[in-house]
Protein backbone atom coordinates (compact mmCIF):
# COMPACT_ATOMS: atom_id res chain seq x y z
CA UNK A 1 0.00 0.00 0.00
CA UNK A 2 1.65 2.85 -0.96
CA UNK A 3 1.73 6.61 1.04
CA UNK A 4 0.67 5.05 4.15
CA UNK A 5 -2.97 4.50 3.42
CA UNK A 6 -4.48 2.07 4.56
CA UNK A 7 -5.64 -0.96 1.95
CA UNK A 8 -9.22 -0.98 1.27
CA UNK A 9 -10.45 -4.37 0.63
CA UNK A 10 -12.27 -4.49 -2.97
CA UNK A 11 -16.27 -4.38 -2.52
CA UNK A 12 -16.38 -7.62 -4.48
CA UNK A 13 -13.64 -9.63 -2.82
CA UNK A 14 -14.29 -13.51 -3.29
CA UNK A 15 -14.81 -15.16 -0.40
CA UNK A 16 -11.24 -16.56 0.90
CA UNK A 17 -10.87 -20.20 0.34
CA UNK A 18 -11.77 -22.24 3.08
CA UNK A 19 -8.52 -22.58 4.77
CA UNK A 20 -6.90 -26.01 5.17
CA UNK A 21 -7.46 -27.77 8.83
CA UNK A 22 -3.79 -27.03 10.56
CA UNK A 23 -2.87 -30.49 11.02
CA UNK A 24 -3.35 -30.93 7.15
CA UNK A 25 -0.22 -32.27 5.05
CA UNK A 26 0.08 -31.26 2.02
CA UNK A 27 1.93 -33.19 -0.22
CA UNK A 28 3.85 -32.51 -3.95
CA UNK A 29 5.03 -35.29 -6.36
CA UNK A 30 7.11 -34.06 -9.37
CA UNK A 31 7.11 -36.94 -12.20
CA UNK A 32 9.60 -37.12 -15.04
CA UNK A 33 6.91 -38.21 -17.38
CA UNK A 34 3.24 -38.53 -17.74
CA UNK A 35 1.24 -40.50 -15.03
CA UNK A 36 0.22 -42.73 -18.29
CA UNK A 37 3.72 -43.96 -19.23
CA UNK A 38 2.83 -47.41 -18.01
CA UNK A 39 5.80 -47.70 -16.13
CA UNK A 40 8.23 -45.54 -14.03
CA UNK A 41 5.94 -42.40 -12.97
CA UNK A 42 2.34 -44.55 -13.54
CA UNK A 43 3.80 -46.89 -10.61
CA UNK A 44 4.93 -43.29 -8.27
CA UNK A 45 1.53 -42.07 -9.26
CA UNK A 46 -0.28 -45.33 -7.81
CA UNK A 47 1.96 -44.98 -4.48
CA UNK A 48 0.40 -41.12 -4.38
CA UNK A 49 -3.41 -42.69 -4.61
CA UNK A 50 -2.64 -45.52 -2.11
CA UNK A 51 -1.50 -42.78 0.81
CA UNK A 52 -3.84 -40.81 -0.25
CA UNK A 53 -6.88 -43.18 0.29
CA UNK A 54 -4.70 -43.99 3.21
CA UNK A 55 -4.94 -41.29 5.10
CA UNK A 56 -7.59 -39.67 3.87
CA UNK A 57 -8.05 -35.57 4.96
CA UNK A 58 -5.21 -35.93 6.98
CA UNK A 59 -3.17 -35.40 4.11
CA UNK A 60 -3.54 -33.83 0.45
CA UNK A 61 -1.24 -34.99 -2.02
CA UNK A 62 -1.08 -33.30 -5.41
CA UNK A 63 1.26 -33.99 -8.79
CA UNK A 64 2.88 -32.46 -11.78
CA UNK A 65 3.85 -34.59 -14.55
CA UNK A 66 6.12 -34.41 -17.34
CA UNK A 67 8.48 -32.28 -15.31
CA UNK A 68 12.29 -32.10 -16.95
CA UNK A 69 15.51 -32.27 -14.92
CA UNK A 70 16.39 -29.10 -15.62
CA UNK A 71 15.90 -25.57 -14.32
CA UNK A 72 12.05 -26.46 -14.35
CA UNK A 73 12.43 -28.85 -11.63
CA UNK A 74 13.37 -25.93 -9.33
CA UNK A 75 10.70 -24.19 -10.49
CA UNK A 76 7.93 -26.51 -9.86
CA UNK A 77 9.38 -27.34 -6.48
CA UNK A 78 9.84 -23.86 -5.58
CA UNK A 79 5.81 -23.37 -6.18
CA UNK A 80 5.32 -26.81 -4.50
CA UNK A 81 6.22 -25.21 -1.30
CA UNK A 82 5.11 -21.85 -2.32
CA UNK A 83 1.48 -23.53 -2.23
CA UNK A 84 1.95 -25.15 1.38
CA UNK A 85 3.49 -27.97 0.13
CA UNK A 86 6.21 -29.60 3.23
CA UNK A 87 7.00 -32.73 2.10
CA UNK A 88 7.88 -33.63 -1.59
CA UNK A 89 8.68 -36.41 -3.47
CA UNK A 90 10.98 -35.58 -6.76
CA UNK A 91 10.83 -38.99 -8.71
CA UNK A 92 13.71 -38.64 -10.92
CA UNK A 93 17.40 -38.88 -10.81
CA UNK A 94 18.37 -35.71 -13.16
CA UNK A 95 16.25 -33.89 -9.55
CA UNK A 96 19.62 -33.86 -7.73
CA UNK A 97 20.86 -30.65 -7.72
CA UNK A 98 17.75 -28.97 -8.22
CA UNK A 99 16.61 -30.91 -5.04
CA UNK A 100 19.89 -29.56 -3.39
CA UNK A 101 19.40 -26.09 -4.32
CA UNK A 102 15.77 -25.68 -3.29
CA UNK A 103 16.28 -27.86 0.14
CA UNK A 104 18.71 -25.47 1.14
CA UNK A 105 16.51 -22.85 1.35
CA UNK A 106 13.35 -24.12 2.80
CA UNK A 107 14.29 -25.77 5.50
CA UNK A 108 10.79 -25.75 6.61
CA UNK A 109 9.85 -28.31 3.91
CA UNK A 110 10.92 -31.72 3.33
CA UNK A 111 12.43 -33.55 0.29
CA UNK A 112 11.95 -37.20 -0.65
CA UNK A 113 14.74 -37.44 -3.68
CA UNK A 114 14.35 -40.97 -5.67
CA UNK A 115 17.48 -42.98 -6.66
CA UNK A 116 19.59 -39.74 -5.65
CA UNK A 117 22.64 -40.47 -3.36
CA UNK A 118 22.84 -36.84 -1.88
CA UNK A 119 21.12 -36.41 1.50
CA UNK A 120 20.60 -33.38 3.45
CA UNK A 121 19.08 -32.31 7.05
CA UNK A 122 15.97 -32.06 5.25
CA UNK A 123 16.51 -34.10 2.10
CA UNK A 124 16.05 -38.07 2.50
CA UNK A 125 16.97 -40.50 -0.40
CA UNK A 126 14.93 -43.68 -1.68
CA UNK A 127 15.07 -46.01 -4.08
CA UNK A 128 14.15 -49.39 -5.13
CA UNK A 129 16.74 -52.48 -6.23
CA UNK A 130 15.55 -52.43 -9.61
CA UNK A 131 18.49 -54.56 -10.37
CA UNK A 132 16.83 -57.31 -8.26
CA UNK A 133 14.20 -57.22 -11.08
CA UNK A 134 16.34 -57.12 -13.89
CA UNK A 135 18.56 -60.50 -12.51
CA UNK A 136 14.72 -61.92 -11.97
CA UNK A 137 13.74 -61.11 -15.69
CA UNK A 138 17.57 -62.33 -16.37
CA UNK A 139 17.12 -65.46 -15.80
CA UNK A 140 13.57 -65.68 -17.88
CA UNK A 141 15.53 -63.98 -20.61
CA UNK A 142 17.95 -66.81 -20.51
CA UNK A 143 15.68 -69.69 -20.16
CA UNK A 144 13.97 -68.34 -23.30
CA UNK A 145 16.32 -66.63 -25.43
CA UNK A 146 17.12 -68.92 -28.79
CA UNK A 147 19.43 -66.81 -30.44
CA UNK A 148 21.30 -66.72 -27.40
CA UNK A 149 21.59 -62.47 -27.65
CA UNK A 150 19.50 -60.97 -25.24
CA UNK A 151 19.17 -56.84 -25.58
CA UNK A 152 18.51 -53.98 -23.27
CA UNK A 153 16.77 -50.27 -24.61
CA UNK A 154 18.91 -48.10 -22.21
CA UNK A 155 17.76 -44.64 -20.97
CA UNK A 156 21.14 -42.11 -19.15
CA UNK A 157 24.31 -43.46 -18.40
CA UNK A 158 24.40 -43.10 -14.53
CA UNK A 159 25.29 -45.88 -12.42
CA UNK A 160 21.73 -47.33 -11.62
CA UNK A 161 21.00 -48.18 -15.31
CA UNK A 162 24.57 -49.35 -15.90
CA UNK A 163 23.72 -51.84 -12.59
CA UNK A 164 20.21 -52.82 -14.13
CA UNK A 165 21.96 -53.78 -17.57
CA UNK A 166 24.70 -55.88 -16.06
CA UNK A 167 22.26 -57.66 -13.64
CA UNK A 168 19.78 -58.41 -16.07
CA UNK A 169 23.10 -60.33 -18.22
CA UNK A 170 24.33 -61.41 -14.78
CA UNK A 171 20.79 -63.29 -14.45
CA UNK A 172 20.61 -64.93 -18.22
CA UNK A 173 24.15 -65.61 -18.09
CA UNK A 174 22.47 -67.73 -14.59
CA UNK A 175 20.85 -70.06 -16.75
CA UNK A 176 23.33 -70.10 -20.20
CA UNK A 177 26.64 -68.83 -20.00
CA UNK A 178 26.77 -68.48 -23.44
CA UNK A 179 24.19 -65.64 -23.51
CA UNK A 180 25.41 -62.05 -25.23
CA UNK A 181 24.12 -59.09 -25.18
CA UNK A 182 23.66 -55.19 -26.55
CA UNK A 183 22.73 -52.27 -25.69
CA UNK A 184 21.49 -49.34 -27.00
CA UNK A 185 21.14 -46.02 -25.33
CA UNK A 186 18.33 -43.33 -25.97
CA UNK A 187 19.34 -41.04 -23.63
CA UNK A 188 16.32 -40.38 -21.93
CA UNK A 189 13.92 -41.90 -19.48
CA UNK A 190 10.80 -41.06 -21.49
CA UNK A 191 10.47 -41.42 -25.29
CA UNK A 192 8.89 -44.15 -27.20
CA UNK A 193 9.54 -43.38 -30.52
CA UNK A 194 13.22 -43.72 -29.11
CA UNK A 195 12.65 -45.87 -27.59
CA UNK A 196 10.64 -48.08 -30.80
CA UNK A 197 13.60 -47.38 -32.79
CA UNK A 198 16.34 -48.68 -29.94
CA UNK A 199 14.22 -51.77 -30.00
CA UNK A 200 13.96 -51.80 -33.50
CA UNK A 201 18.03 -52.17 -34.07
CA UNK A 202 18.40 -54.55 -31.16
CA UNK A 203 16.32 -57.13 -33.34
CA UNK A 204 17.81 -56.50 -36.12
CA UNK A 205 21.13 -57.02 -34.94
CA UNK A 206 19.95 -60.69 -33.64
CA UNK A 207 18.49 -59.69 -30.22
CA UNK A 208 15.67 -61.96 -29.66
CA UNK A 209 14.21 -61.08 -25.76
CA UNK A 210 14.73 -57.34 -24.85
CA UNK A 211 14.60 -55.42 -21.36
CA UNK A 212 14.65 -51.54 -21.27
CA UNK A 213 15.57 -48.90 -18.22
CA UNK A 214 13.09 -46.42 -19.89
CA UNK A 215 9.42 -45.66 -18.80
CA UNK A 216 7.09 -46.62 -21.44
CA UNK A 217 6.59 -49.99 -22.88
CA UNK A 218 7.44 -49.08 -26.26
CA UNK A 219 10.19 -51.57 -26.29
CA UNK A 220 7.67 -54.34 -25.26
CA UNK A 221 5.47 -53.19 -27.74
CA UNK A 222 7.78 -53.09 -30.64
CA UNK A 223 8.41 -56.93 -29.66
CA UNK A 224 5.42 -57.76 -29.87
CA UNK A 225 5.15 -56.30 -33.78
CA UNK A 226 8.55 -58.29 -34.27
CA UNK A 227 7.24 -61.83 -33.05
CA UNK A 228 10.21 -61.58 -30.37
CA UNK A 229 9.29 -61.41 -26.05
CA UNK A 230 10.51 -58.77 -23.85
CA UNK A 231 8.96 -57.39 -20.41
CA UNK A 232 7.86 -55.18 -18.54
CA UNK A 233 9.78 -52.78 -16.27
CA UNK A 234 8.31 -50.85 -13.20
CA UNK A 235 4.86 -51.19 -13.82
CA UNK A 236 3.27 -54.33 -14.48
CA UNK A 237 3.16 -54.03 -18.84
CA UNK A 238 1.37 -57.09 -19.71
CA UNK A 239 -1.65 -55.49 -20.95
CA UNK A 240 0.36 -53.68 -23.57
CA UNK A 241 1.72 -56.85 -25.37
CA UNK A 242 0.45 -60.38 -24.34
CA UNK A 243 1.88 -62.49 -26.62
CA UNK A 244 5.68 -60.84 -26.68
CA UNK A 245 5.40 -60.27 -22.75
CA UNK A 246 7.67 -62.56 -20.62
CA UNK A 247 6.79 -60.92 -17.24
CA UNK A 248 6.92 -57.55 -15.35
CA UNK A 249 9.61 -56.04 -13.08
CA UNK A 250 7.11 -54.39 -10.61
CA UNK A 251 8.05 -51.50 -8.01
CA UNK A 252 5.97 -51.01 -5.00
CA UNK A 253 6.29 -47.40 -3.92
CA UNK A 254 3.22 -47.58 -1.25
CA UNK A 255 5.20 -49.10 1.34
CA UNK A 256 7.86 -46.69 1.63
CA UNK A 257 5.16 -43.60 0.71
CA UNK A 258 2.74 -45.00 3.59
CA UNK A 259 6.04 -44.73 5.77
CA UNK A 260 7.42 -42.07 5.32
CA UNK A 261 3.90 -40.11 5.69
CA UNK A 262 3.20 -42.19 9.04
CA UNK A 263 6.46 -40.56 10.42
CA UNK A 264 6.17 -37.51 9.16
CA UNK A 265 2.42 -36.84 10.28
CA UNK A 266 3.81 -38.45 13.85
CA UNK A 267 6.54 -35.32 13.48
CA UNK A 268 9.18 -37.92 13.08
CA UNK A 269 10.07 -37.84 9.11
CA UNK A 270 13.67 -39.56 9.22
CA UNK A 271 15.79 -38.14 6.58
CA UNK A 272 18.84 -41.19 5.70
CA UNK A 273 18.91 -43.05 2.76
CA UNK A 274 16.88 -46.07 1.78
CA UNK A 275 17.25 -49.01 -0.24
CA UNK A 276 14.54 -51.37 -0.02
CA UNK A 277 14.08 -54.80 -2.20
CA UNK A 278 12.83 -58.00 -3.19
CA UNK A 279 13.21 -58.31 0.70
CA UNK A 280 11.14 -55.56 1.46
CA UNK A 281 8.70 -56.54 -1.48
CA UNK A 282 9.29 -53.35 -3.46
CA UNK A 283 9.98 -54.94 -5.69
CA UNK A 284 8.87 -58.57 -7.59
CA UNK A 285 8.72 -60.25 -10.95
CA UNK A 286 5.46 -60.87 -11.91
CA UNK A 287 3.09 -62.72 -14.72
CA UNK A 288 6.01 -64.50 -16.05
CA UNK A 289 4.73 -66.29 -19.10
CA UNK A 290 3.04 -69.56 -19.23
CA UNK A 291 5.29 -70.70 -22.50
CA UNK A 292 8.46 -70.39 -19.58
CA UNK A 293 9.43 -73.65 -18.99
CA UNK A 294 8.87 -74.90 -15.19
CA UNK A 295 12.21 -74.98 -14.59
CA UNK A 296 13.01 -71.64 -15.49
CA UNK A 297 10.54 -70.57 -13.07
CA UNK A 298 11.81 -72.75 -10.68
CA UNK A 299 15.29 -71.01 -10.88
CA UNK A 300 13.34 -67.43 -10.46
CA UNK A 301 11.85 -68.61 -6.97
CA UNK A 302 14.91 -70.08 -5.91
CA UNK A 303 16.91 -66.65 -6.29
CA UNK A 304 13.88 -64.57 -5.07
CA UNK A 305 13.77 -66.78 -2.13
CA UNK A 306 17.41 -66.15 -1.67
CA UNK A 307 17.12 -62.45 -2.19
CA UNK A 308 14.33 -62.38 0.71
CA UNK A 309 16.37 -64.50 3.27
CA UNK A 310 20.31 -62.64 2.47
CA UNK A 311 21.09 -65.59 1.28
CA UNK A 312 21.90 -64.83 -2.59
CA UNK A 313 23.36 -61.51 -3.42
CA UNK A 314 23.42 -60.87 -6.98
CA UNK A 315 26.68 -59.25 -7.06
CA UNK A 316 28.61 -62.15 -5.68
CA UNK A 317 32.04 -62.97 -7.26
CA UNK A 318 33.80 -63.88 -9.64
CA UNK A 319 32.37 -61.13 -11.91
CA UNK A 320 34.88 -59.81 -14.77
CA UNK A 321 34.09 -56.92 -17.47
CA UNK A 322 33.83 -57.04 -20.67
CA UNK A 323 37.63 -56.53 -21.02
CA UNK A 324 38.32 -59.38 -18.92
CA UNK A 325 39.66 -57.58 -15.96
CA UNK A 326 38.39 -59.37 -12.41
CA UNK A 327 35.70 -56.27 -10.53
CA UNK A 328 34.71 -58.99 -8.17
CA UNK A 329 36.93 -61.83 -6.91
CA UNK A 330 34.89 -65.20 -5.92
CA UNK A 331 33.19 -64.92 -3.00
CA UNK A 332 33.29 -61.54 -2.83
CA UNK A 333 29.77 -59.83 -2.19
CA UNK A 334 29.57 -56.17 -3.98
CA UNK A 335 28.47 -53.57 -0.95
CA UNK A 336 26.68 -50.26 -0.94
CA UNK A 337 29.79 -48.50 -2.65
CA UNK A 338 30.45 -51.23 -4.98
CA UNK A 339 27.19 -51.15 -6.53
CA UNK A 340 26.73 -47.53 -6.86
CA UNK A 341 29.74 -47.05 -8.74
CA UNK A 342 29.43 -49.38 -11.49
CA UNK A 343 30.94 -48.18 -14.55
CA UNK A 344 31.67 -51.33 -16.72
CA UNK A 345 29.82 -53.42 -18.57
CA UNK A 346 29.90 -57.33 -17.27
CA UNK A 347 31.79 -59.89 -19.55
CA UNK A 348 29.46 -60.84 -22.43
CA UNK A 349 27.87 -57.42 -23.39
CA UNK A 350 29.17 -55.16 -26.30
CA UNK A 351 30.59 -52.05 -26.15
CA UNK A 352 31.37 -49.46 -24.21
CA UNK A 353 29.40 -47.54 -21.28
CA UNK A 354 28.97 -43.70 -22.37
CA UNK A 355 30.69 -41.15 -21.30
N1 LIG B 1 12.71 -43.13 -14.80
C1 LIG B 1 12.77 -41.81 -14.62
N2 LIG B 1 13.68 -41.49 -13.72
C2 LIG B 1 14.21 -42.64 -13.30
C3 LIG B 1 15.22 -42.95 -12.36
O1 LIG B 1 15.81 -42.09 -11.71
N3 LIG B 1 15.48 -44.27 -12.22
C4 LIG B 1 14.85 -45.23 -12.94
N4 LIG B 1 15.17 -46.51 -12.75
N5 LIG B 1 13.91 -44.97 -13.83
C5 LIG B 1 13.61 -43.68 -13.99
Known sequence: AACGKKEEAPAAAPAPAAAPAADKLKIGFMYVSPIGDGGWTYQHELGRKAIQEKFGDRIETSFVESVPESADAERVMRDMAGQGNKLIFATSFGYQEFVQKVAADLKDVKFEHATGYKQADNVATYDTKT????????????GMSKTKTVGVVASVPIPEV???????????QSVDPSIKAKVVWVNEWF????EAEAAASLLNGGVDVMYQNTN??????????????AFGKDG?????????????????????YTKVVEDTLAGKWQGGAHWWGVKEGAIDLLKIADDVPQEIKDRVAKAKAGMQDGSFAVWTGPIKDNAGKE?????????????????????????????
Open 131 to 142: FEGAYLAGIVAG
Open 162 to 172: VRNINSFVLGA
Open 191 to 194: SPPK
Open 216 to 229: SPAVLKAAEERGAR
Open 236 to 256: DMSAYAPKAHLGSAVIDWTPY
Open 327 to 355: VLAAGTVGDLKFLSGINFYVAGVEGKVPG
